[in-house]
């Protein structure tokens, strides 16, 4: 099964942007269905988005229109790139995995996913 490995985190002043990594070894992450999903202390981790192996994508409510997914296949990469960044959003964030089918209706369930990373820290302040 694939291994996941985030990077891109770090210190950003409200209102910049981000662009987090998820890279892939051991399979392909293009025909799997990816999330990323963040946790702060004490709370349980939350959905932010999701896309299917066909590309099809879904969102939390909290970061449409500021965060987009997207893959490289040829690089083997899940990415989401966060603007507008809010001090709401700092969390530890983490990228997981799974294998089809999974219905979009359920890709921001984090119960669905087996394969997760270690996660990348982000600070909005």
């Known amino acids: 099964h694939v291994q996941l490995v985030e990077s891109g985190g770090g210190s950003v002043q409200v209102g910049g942007s981000l662009r987090l990594s998820c890279v892939g070894s051991?399979?392909?992450?293009?025909?799997?269905?990816m999330g990323w999903f963040r946790q702060i202390p004490d709370k349980e981790r939350e959905a932010v988005a999701g896309?299917?192996?066909?590309?099809?994508?879904s969102y939390a409510n909290s970061v449409k229109g500021r965060f987009t997914i997207s893959q490289d296949s040829a690089k083997n990469i899940l990415y989401l790139q966060m603007r507008s960044l809010k001090p709401e959003d700092t969390a530890m964030y983490y990228c997981?995995?799974?294998?089809?089918?999974?219905?979009?209706?359920?890709?921001?369930?984090?119960?669905?996913?087996?394969?997760w990373g270690q996660g990348t820290q982000v600070t909005v302040s």
């Open positions: 997981a995995a799974d294998e089809p089918p999974i219905p979009q209706s359920y890709l921001l369930y984090e119960h669905i996913y087996r394969f």
């Open positions: 896309i299917e192996s066909d590309g099809s994508t």
């Open positions: 051991g399979d392909t992450i293009g025909r799997y269905c």
